[in-house]
């Protein structure tokens, strides 16, 4: 066996067994706590690209705090804790991830963890015009009740400002959507970009506001 197989095969038994231990903590009923946040990114071993573990730690409690399905645009670790997590309090989650390759290594993970709450659709970047967003599948949900939004990345045309045109007619009246990198000049005009078309709270979370959550306001 090549080392780079080799070291396939030992990542993927790591992560097998956190995956095994968050399960079982799971049964506690309680949130995760840092050990097994970062145990699971440092399993995860996309360093540099995954969300931070205070993002996760959002990203489960907005879980805790909403219903319905789940939406997430860009595909990761995020992906992986959402899908544990669906497993345990039986909820469906889509991801929605522009990068073929990617999407295609997300979901045989999730297959080989035995993860079957979350897919992961491979939906290209397309021109809506002025932005580019998702190409978006038919068939989705019209009541999503969280949005995790880490991606596309943030220098395509538009950013993600394509998230409430293209994906809004999907999402409940109640969704609560977590977006990251809003310490970032550019997220920063999004939001009030969004907020000039509609009546949308604000929550920027943290001292630097790396992540805010958003909630339409009817
Ligand atoms: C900021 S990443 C975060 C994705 C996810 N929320 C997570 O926690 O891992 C956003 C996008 O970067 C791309 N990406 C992820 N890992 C990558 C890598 N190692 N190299 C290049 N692009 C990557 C994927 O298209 C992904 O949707």
């Not at 799971?26 to 970062?38: A, D, M, N, S």
């Not at 080989?112 to 491979?122: D, F, I, P, S, Y």
């Not at 967003?133 to 949005?147: A, C, I, K, Q």
Request: hydrophobic content about 35%.
């Amino acid at each position: 066996m090549s080392s780079r197989a080799q070291k396939r095969r030992v990542e993927s038994r790591n992560l097998k067994r956190v995956i095994g231990k968050v399960r079982e903590y799971l049964k506690t009923e309680k949130p995760l706590g840092w050990q097994q946040r970062i145990q699971l990114l440092l399993a995860w071993g996309n360093i540099g690209y995954s969300a931070s573990a205070r993002y996760l730690q959002q990203v489960e409690r907005i879980f805790r705090e909403s219903e319905g399905p789940i939406m997430e645009c860009g595909s990761g670790a995020t992906t992986l804790l959402i899908a544990i997590l669906a497993e345990k309090y039986n909820r469906k989650a889509w991801a929605f991830e522009h990068h073929a390759h990617w999407a295609n290594h997300v979901n045989d993970v999730l297959q080989a963890l035995e993860l079957r709450q979350v897919t992961v659709n491979h939906a290209p970047l397309k021109s809506y015009g002025e932005y580019e967003w998702y190409d978006v599948p038919t068939g989705l949900p019209n009541d999503f009740g969280m949005v995790i939004c880490d991606g596309p990345p943030g220098t395509i045309k538009g950013g993600r400002y394509g998230l409430f045109p293209v994906m809004g007619r999907h999402l409940d009246p109640d969704c609560r959507i977590l977006l990251d990198d809003t310490h970032r000049k550019k997220e920063q005009e999004l939001i009030k970009r969004w907020e000039g078309e509609r009546r949308l709270g604000t929550h920027p979370i943290g001292f630097f506001g790396s992540c805010t959550e958003l909630a339409l306001m009817s």
